[in-house]
């Protein structure tokens, strides 16, 4: 049994019990939050697969990760790839149908947060389940929980708290990479469903902790907002939405920037979004109206 097939006892050692699901977590640059976040995972009440996927980390990640677990699967880019490319390189490692790629300040603070979430994925076409969380640093909101009132196609989700079954979302090539950093949720829901007819649903189990400080200013974030919306509506809108859908992410990012005092990151955004557009190197593959319609609701 190779080591990505056996699971991890409360210790972080390897056994040879075999391993039910796979968590990947991406890192960078914050050593003690994902120490905290193996060592909950290692409490969950099913036998787990730890994978690290770490994002060119200077802080003593790896080292600090290492001596404390020995035998969690670590890959490491010494440069930053960004997390889509963590969570690619995660999920083609893994050997469990179903992966949880989290961050690195996703805390599975219930032992039976990963148990009761693949009891989601029963149903066949279930391809992405979206798992109950909270940004306890900022507010008591729970995001991503089932209501009554949800009806259709889900397609927006927060990376931060989910899992995907690993062969739909590798047959449709992963999270876009080319993305590297927001928007690539999305993205991926769309492909899973146009491509397989794979789902994407609100999960039922326990509530995740995600550790994101408030007021976080990050000039990546922004710059790939407004980059990111222009290449996904050129990519995936009906043309006669196409150039209405760039022209109003173009003026909201830019409004953005102004109204923030940060113009730079958004400007460069917009500019790098549109000149991929405009030297071809972004390509359409447009989908179903009434899809594109459900995913633009979800904004």
């Given at each position: 049994m190779s080591p990505a097939s056996r699971a991890l006892d409360l210790q972080g050692n390897l056994t040879d019990q075999p391993a039910v699901t796979t968590v990947v977590f991406t890192a960078h640059n914050r050593r003690d939050l994902v120490l905290e976040a193996i060592a909950l995972a290692l409490k969950q009440t099913v036998p787990i697969h730890i994978i690290v996927g770490d994002d060119a980390s200077s802080d003593g990640t790896e080292e600090a990760v290492r001596a404390a677990f020995p035998d969690v699967t670590y890959l490491r880019s010494e440069v930053s790839r960004g997390p889509c490319y963590q969570r690619n390189r995660g999920l083609e490692l893994a050997v469990t149908e179903i992966v949880f790629p989290l961050d690195d300040d996703s805390m599975l603070v219930d032992p039976r947060t990963l148990?009761?979430?693949?009891?989601?994925?029963a149903q066949p076409d279930v391809g992405i389940v979206c798992m109950p969380f909270n940004n306890v640093l900022q507010d008591t909101r729970v995001r991503h929980f089932p209501r009554p009132d949800m009806t259709g196609l889900l397609f927006d989700f927060a990376a931060c708290a989910h899992g995907l079954r690993r062969e739909a979302a590798l047959a449709v090539g992963g999270f876009n990479e080319d993305l590297f950093y927001t928007?690539?949720?999305?993205?991926?829901?769309?492909?899973?469903?146009?491509?397989?007819?794979?789902?994407?649903?609100?999960?039922?189990?326990?509530?995740?902790?995600?550790?994101?400080?408030?007021?976080?200013?990050?000039?990546?974030?922004?710059?790939?907002?407004?980059?990111?919306?222009?290449?996904?509506?050129?990519?995936?809108?009906?043309?006669?939405?196409?150039?209405?859908?760039?022209?109003?992410?173009?003026?909201?990012?830019?409004?953005?920037?102004?109204?923030?005092?940060?113009?730079?990151?958004?400007?460069?955004?917009?500019?790098?979004?549109?000149?991929?557009?405009?030297?071809?190197?972004?390509?359409?593959?447009?989908?179903?109206?009434?899809?594109?319609?459900?995913?633009?609701?979800?904004?």
């Open positions: 148990e009761v979430a693949l009891g989601d994925f928007q690539e949720e999305g993205d991926l829901a769309l492909r899973m469903y146009e491509h397989g007819g794979w789902r994407t649903i609100n999960g039922t189990s326990p509530v995740l902790h995600h550790m994101q400080v408030p007021g976080k200013i990050s000039y990546i974030q922004e710059y790939t907002t407004a980059r990111n919306k222009i290449l996904v509506y050129y990519r995936y809108a009906p043309l006669r939405h196409m150039f209405v859908r760039i022209a109003g992410s173009v003026v909201t990012s830019v409004l953005n920037g102004l109204k923030r005092r940060r113009p730079k990151a958004w400007i460069s955004g917009v500019r790098d979004g549109l000149g991929l557009v405009l030297s071809g190197k972004a390509k359409r593959t447009p989908v179903r109206p009434d899809i594109f319609s459900a995913y633009i609701r979800q904004r």
